[in-house]
């Protein structure tokens, strides 16, 4: 993978159309701006109970969008990330349908996991309270059988969202189908969606055991031969994430976009410097994606405290919804049926309060951490929070997951922080400096972010006292100093 920036993106939410027209806006409106693209699920159906990430069949590309062949055809030019649906398939799928139906002959009845299979001698009340779920309520949904019986399916997130048994043969065949797929169609890097859940195991809390990191290892290996890399996505506390980076290809930095936002919100940097000098350096950096900002990454857990104190994030997640002129509220939680216990819903650009400076500098600190940058279509754009999907989907999530077509796209392209944060993309991709070495030094009024290769160097100085910003660039022959207020100026004049 090349350490340069990357584009999430849903392909019919960005073209309105499909894999062709993603490819075309990649050559033409954003060319020469991203080495890849994170194309989120594509698969049938796109537009299910989860936008995607249940999938009726994990093998087809949704027919609305196009064929595999244009995937391959984006991987040609692009790095290619995709994302493999550990932990889950539709209850609308054909095989948990068969399953319904012939309940004790259906060759998948061993593909999907029961209450009973995990706890044959029936589940204690205190086996369920260890149970680790990112929502509320319980893990398990009722079905009726055609035979008449009824069934407790273990459904992690949504009862539409039946977990598989990874371990089975069918799920193995399951898992490796869906690999082989990939590699067939120039996928390089897949993301392991909800990895963390995958295994099962009665008396634990069902996330992130010990025998989840087997699992992972290999179906990373089995990733490998194939000729691709995986990247893990769990939410969890900090020195969870430093442990399991240790494991695995590549994680998530999930804790800068809040620790971020917290700096930008109290001129703080304590706890920003401090991650950035212990964050694993085999990460993807974001600051919004499909989901929500998440909170849990940097609070406390139990006895272990956080990166920043529960006071801490009840001020930032209060600051968020006040930017945001409290759509974020309407967004979060119980209003909007999105129950998830480690997110807030809002677009970084909102969570921000729309300061075009703030939003800048967020990117910019992003772009000069440690780890390969993927910036989400949304955020590219500065869209603000879609109420209007909000109002019409009672999804939270759906506030950052606009609807763009052609015209949108060129309307945000003019606006005066899109041009300063291409420009800043742009510097983040051309620069030596960042194949080298990292460093972070606390200032008497900020913090600078550096890096330097051989005889390159490139600075983010950061003046939070002042509100000023510089980027310093290095080598044998000149020094170049880019104010980031002057990007906006500049892009607005």
């Not at 593909?111 to 779920?133: C, N, S």
Request: aromatic share 8%; net charge negative.
């Amino acid at each position: 993978m090349r350490s340069k920036v990357q584009l999430i993106t849903y392909v019919d939410r960005i073209t309105g159309a499909g894999l062709k027209e993603l490819k075309h806006i990649l050559d033409h409106e954003l060319n020469n701006l991203f080495c890849g693209t994170h194309i989120l699920p594509f698969y049938y159906p796109i537009d299910g109970s989860d936008a995607g990430f249940d999938p009726i069949d994990h093998i087809q590309v949704d027919p609305r969008l196009g064929t595999w062949e244009d995937v391959g055809n984006i991987g040609q030019d692009y790095e290619v990330m995709a994302d493999l649906i550990v932990n889950h398939i539709s209850a609308q799928s054909d095989e948990f349908q068969d399953v319904l139906r012939n309940p004790n002959t259906s060759l998948y009845r061993d593909l999907f996991l029961t209450k009973q299979a995990v706890f044959p001698d029936g589940m204690t009340h205190e086996q369920e309270a260890k149970i680790y779920r990112p929502r509320p309520g319980s893990c398990f949904s009722r079905y009726t059988l055609d035979n008449g019986d009824e069934a407790e399916f273990w459904t992690t997130f949504t009862p539409n969202q039946i977990d598989i048994d990874v371990n089975s043969v069918p799920g193995q065949a399951y898992l490796n189908k869906a690999l082989e797929q990939f590699a067939q169609s120039n996928i390089k890097l897949i993301r392991l969606d909800a990895a963390g859940y995958a295994i099962k195991q009665a008396g634990s809390s069902c996330f992130m055991l010990d025998k989840t990191f087997d699992f992972i290892d290999q179906l990373s290996k089995k990733a490998h031969s194939l000729g691709m890399r995986t990247l893990a996505e769990i939410h969890s506390h900090y020195e969870t994430q430093i442990h399991i980076a240790k494991r695995v290809d590549m994680v998530y930095d999930f804790a800068l976009p809040p620790l971020i936002l917290h700096t930008l919100n109290t001129s703080d940097c304590h706890a920003l410097c401090h991650w950035l000098e212990i964050a694993p350096r085999n990460c993807v950096t974001v600051l919004d994606t499909h989901d929500g900002i998440g909170i849990i990454d940097v609070g406390p857990d139990k006895n272990k405290s956080g990166l920043l104190t529960e006071e801490q994030i009840n001020n930032l997640v209060n600051k968020i919804h006040k930017n945001s002129a409290g759509q974020s509220l309407k967004a979060t939680g119980e209003a909007a049926n999105n129950l998830d216990l480690y997110q807030v819903n809002c677009t970084y650009y909102d969570a921000v309060g729309q300061n075009d400076y703030h939003y800048l500098l967020a990117r910019a600190i992003q772009f000069f951490s440690p780890g390969i940058p993927q910036v989400y279509y949304a955020g590219l754009l500065a869209i603000p929070n879609d109420m209007e999907l909000l109002e019409k989907t009672q999804v939270g999530r759906d506030i950052n997951r606009p609807y763009l077509n052609t015209q949108d796209i060129q309307h945000a392209l003019n606006k005066p922080i899109v041009n300063a944060l291409m420009k800043l993309i742009k510097i983040r991709n051309e620069l030596d400096a960042f194949n080298g070495q990292f460093t972070v030094e606390k200032t008497q009024k900020g913090f600078d972010l550096s890096w330097h290769h051989l005889h390159h160097q490139a600075s983010l100085q950061v003046d939070l006292t002042h509100n000023k910003t510089n980027i310093i660039i290095r080598n044998e022959a000149e020094e170049t100093c880019i104010s980031l207020l002057g990007l906006l100026l500049k892009t607005n004049s």
